[in-house]
């Protein structure tokens, strides 16, 4: 590819196409100086000026001899790569996202690059905090550049070509990160670290007979502290690491008691590195063995991998599902070919990454945005070299410069995690993967314990290969799952705040047990929204159509969709009245009430709020695990493949916000969200138990997960969306018409409809204010198209679309109505 140029003669007059980091219909031809003939390429980066004064750092998408004939091309003003940063099968793929998702290749460009290789006028430099750099050796415009920085702080690149007095300063800037000195645009995110574990062990002096004769005696005064000597030789005799809270189970003494004798040189600390993801002993060795069944389920993929591209692994929830996938990537490296493992979370990412160090050392790489701009660009260029045979990330990892790619892993393929909303492109990484990898004449293994209704139907038709595993690994089984009738136990008088007689019973015999529990309520914050008692009016935002939650934590009503904040409200603006009341729950306020009944037990709280802070999700996941806390409040972060030994229990506070949600996946999501949750109980060899508590307890999305009925629920929702004309049948685009003025909004959308029903007919639905119809003060019209996917062109389809858009945008009186396109929305 770098020799692209070649087919030109260094005295002809070329030209270039270029990719601009720009939300621009179409890529833009520049001119070439002759003296850089030899030196474009194809997926090489430029510099070029864009409109008056703007510079930026664009992609070579194609080279010819033809200048553009409705204007006088500019010259490109330097090539910054010696080799090309993006390949063609890369392009191709943005290409295929641009043309799919209806975006332009410039917003492509700005979500598929690491920050480091968009550089543009207004990125921000910093000096990097490296130790050990010597600038003695840098040359006088690296060390102007550094001194300003030490001084600003922060420089923009139109400041540093200000300072320089020239205009080509990419190189130098360049020449900079490589070596450390700069970090461009992004600021240091917190960095995955391995997990961490402290294990005791006497000191060497008392680890004898003799020894531990002597320490017993020296402690006759100290009983408690002789408890924790002796708690500590008995579990020696059973297991090799012993942690402080082992020490405090068998003992009951309390951690101060451990502290002094550490304090004392009785015990000595020693961290070991351990996996996030605990489970079965077998699962963390790089020797496992597959059982019967995940032998079967192995040769069933392989089989199916010589006529199918995509096969998809219904294995329920503890199954060893990652020990297949692990063992295919494993086979795909001895092929010589390189693997893609994606996961729907960060915290996930991190997580898996323990395990596969196991199997891949230094072949793996991790690509997440928790990562640094220099940790991104370095794992790109370490892709595009071929130093990593794996790589484990979330959806940005598709956009990576694979080179040979075999296989792609896309695990938990239900999630709506995998799914881009804002800003453009919103593209689904489970189908930009699958399309990566017929790019790439790579194979695809879908893995999940509850799929998506359209992978399951795909799969059901044949165009997907289906293995299924149906029994958990080892010992485990599926819990139990008992369902409480809300408005029963109320007129019993046996609601306890939000927790039935039954659930608050069941809480305290777990932990009697010493056994862990995890409390799921689908909302955060403290109270939902707040009412005045006397009218009825809520408080709002000032900005969106949505209530303000109030969060106990800051003091504060708090947007979520706009981030605005306001202190809480005594007295009512509408009656004056200052009745004013909290109004449902969240995962705070749950937490709150659970204090006050369960004043022993150690309580923690895992959602959006409590993870903020620095490691925050692994904090607190690794206090859960170490049994620091008893029970773990949280939203549906607790149901993303989190694996606890001790859990036991598992209760579902309220079933009803999840099903009676207005959205044709409601039921889809509540039987994956209610059978994800449910499988983090009894992951060992005790069965657990789940309880549910509902106001509509012979729900059928219910009776189906009490049975773990994932065929029955797929088969009822596959007539319905059949019915009702919905995917996998039709496919569905949205259109968000937004402005500033209500009413504007209201006529612009009402234009565009009627455009679009000239073209399509009654394929054409709207428009509509969605559920929340003002967010950040614009007010939202959606136009729904329903298209069904039997005999009709759906490029043709987009290119009408296209051709209504451009008309509506050159009629006056839409300037400034914003229209957002969504394919594949829900």
Known sequence: MSGASLFYHDRETLFVDVILPLYIAKTYTYRVPLELNATVAIGKRVIVQFGRNKIYAAIIHKISNEAPLR???????????????????????????????????????????????????????????????????????????????????????????????????????????????????????????????????????????????????????????????????????????????????????????????????????????????????????????????????????????????????????????????????????KEGKNALYLLPEIALTAQITDRLKLHFGDKLGVYHSKFNDNERAEVWHKVMKGEYRVVVGARSAVFLPFQHLGLVVVDEEHENSYKQYEPSPRYHARDTAIYLAHLQRAKVLLGSATPSIESYYNARAGKYGLVELKERFGESQLPDIQIINVAEQGRKEQMFAYFSGVLLQEITDALERKEQVILFQNRRGHTPFVQCNTCGWVVKCVNCDVSLTYHKSTNHLHCHYCGHTEPPVQVCPACGMPHIESKGFGTERVEEELE????????????????????????????????EFDILVGTQMVAKGLDFGRVSLIGIINADAMINFPDFRAYERAFSLFSQVAGRAGRRENKGKVIIQTHTPQHRVLEQ???????????????????????????????????????????????????????????????????????????????????????????????????????????????GVRIAIDVDPY
């Not at 059982?291 to 199954?319: M, P, R, W, Y």
């Not at 009944?597 to 692994?618: H, M």
């Not at 959606?782 to 009709?792: G, S």
């Open 71 to 333: 204007y006088e091309a500019k010259y490109i003003l330097q090539v910054i790569d010696e080799d090309p940063v993006v390949d063609t099968n890369q392009l191709a793929l943005w290409e295929w996202i641009s043309s799919y998702y209806m975006c332009y290749l410039g917003e492509v460009m700005q979500a598929a690059l690491p920050a480091a290789l968009k550089m543009a006028s207004e990125t921000k430099i910093t000096a990097s905090e490296q130790v050990g750099l010597d600038r003695s050796l840098l040359s006088d415009k690296g060390y102007m550049v550094m001194e300003a920085l030490d001084v600003a702080g922060e420089l923009t690149i139109n400041d540093i070509v200000k300072l320089l007095g020239q205009s080509t300063v990419f190189p130098l800037l360049k020449k900079l990160f490589d070596q450390g000195y700069i970090l461009i645009s992004e600021e240091i995110k917190d960095k995955y670290v391995p997990k961490r574990k402290a294990y005791l062990r006497f000191s060497p002096e008392f680890d004898d007979a003799d020894g531990i004769r002597g320490l017993l005696d020296s402690l006759n005064r100290a009983p408690k502290q002789q408890d924790a000597v002796l708690g500590f030789m008995q579990l020696r005799k059973t297991i090799t690491d012993i942690t402080r809270q082992d020490i405090m189970e068998v003992s009951g003494v309390s951690s101060a008691i451990i502290a002094s004798l550490i304090e004392k040189g009785v015990f000595v600390v020693e961290e070991k590195i351990v996996s996030r993801l605990g489970g079965e002993e077998v699962e963390i060795t790089a020797d496992f063995v597959f059982n019967t069944v995940q032998q079967q389920a192995f040769d069933q993929i392989k089989v199916f991998f010589e006529t199918k591209d995509v096969v998809l692994l219904h294995g329920v929830t503890a199954s060893g599902k990652t020990q297949l996938y692990i063992r295919l990537i494993e086979q795909t490296i």
């Open 705 to 815: 997960v009490i049975q773990h009925d994932y065929e029955r629920m797929f088969m009822t929702e596959i007539k319905e969306r059949k019915n009702y004309l919905y995917p996998p049948f039709y496919r569905i685009i949205k259109l968000d018409v937004r402005h500033t003025d209500r009413q504007h909004a209201s006529d612009a959308a009402t234009r565009l409809a009627n455009l679009l029903r000239e073209q399509l007919g009654n394929r054409v639905l709207g428009p509509e204010p969605p559920l929340i119809s003002r967010v950040r003060n614009h007010f939202i019209q959606t136009i729904t198209l329903k298209i069904e996917r039997n005999n009709v062109s759906i490029s043709r389809v987009k290119e009408l679309i296209h051709q209504s858009i451009t008309q509506f945008d050159m009629e006056k009186q839409h300037r």
């Open 596 to 627: 006050l009944l369960l004043p022993q037990a150690r309580i923690g709280r895992l959602d959006l709020d409590s993870t903020k802070g620095k490691y925050g999700f692994e904090e607190i996941i690794t206090a859960f695990d170490e049994h």
